[in-house]
């Protein structure tokens, strides 16, 4: 994670502006500005001491790691369906420099209705924020404005099918009407997902 990162998401959790955090940690505002913008600058070691001990990380090791790319875990989602959408940051995971700009975030998958296509319950998948895809992708699909599941679409018939990639998980249908009113959203095209192997 960056210092950018670390700082937007202590400024969001902790409800503080740049001036609290200059005063905290002993700098003016706008190189607090400056480091929101990734504009980093030779930072003394006193400084470096505050803002590790106020954000609660070694901020030298964050700077020294500029190099790095790294994107959200955005909860959960089920490979199986009724599971409540969560878009709480649980956490970073890396990712090559090339992967970093073809997708968006991360979700956890919890359920078992993906493994005949290799994604499995505990697994995260990489996700491209979009609002279609074609026929035979798997995707995340919002149903309800709530639940959110990972399946293969199939569109044919005026029908939106999900469909499981495992034999004991029926495939779900929707028609034109119950994808406005319900609604049924795509909201993301999975690239891949890693497994956590102990």
């Known amino acids: 994670m960056t210092l950018k990162e670390l700082l937007r998401e202590y400024k969001l959790k902790c409800n503080v502006t740049n001036d609290y955090i200059a005063e905290k940690v002993g700098v003016n505002k706008s190189t607090v500005s400056r480091w929101l913008k990734n504009d980093m600058k030779v930072m003394k070691p006193e400084v470096i001491e505050n803002l590790s ?25 089920k490979a199986g369906y009724g599971l409540l959408a969560d878009e709480n940051i649980e956490g970073y995971e890396d990712v090559s420099k090339s992967d970093f700009y073809k997708g968006d975030y991360f979700l956890r998958v919890t359920g078992d209705s993906m493994t005949g296509a290799k994604i499995h319950d505990n697994d995260l998948i990489y996700v491209k924020q979009c609002h279609d895809v074609p026929n035979g992708t798997i995707a995340v699909v919002l149903i309800e404005r709530e639940e959110v599941t990972i399946k293969r679409i199939i569109k044919k ?26 609604p049924v959203q795509i909201v993301g095209k999975v690239l891949y997902s890693r497994s956590d192997f102990y």
């Open 53 to 77: 001990y106020l954000l609660g990380v070694d901020v030298e090791a964050v700077v020294r790691d500029t190099d790095k790319y790294n994107k959200p875990i955005l909860g959960t989602a």
């Open 157 to 182: 018939d005026h029908l939106l099918i999900l469909e499981a990639a495992n034999p004991s998980v029926p495939s779900r249908y929707f028609t034109d009407e119950e994808i406005e009113t319900l």
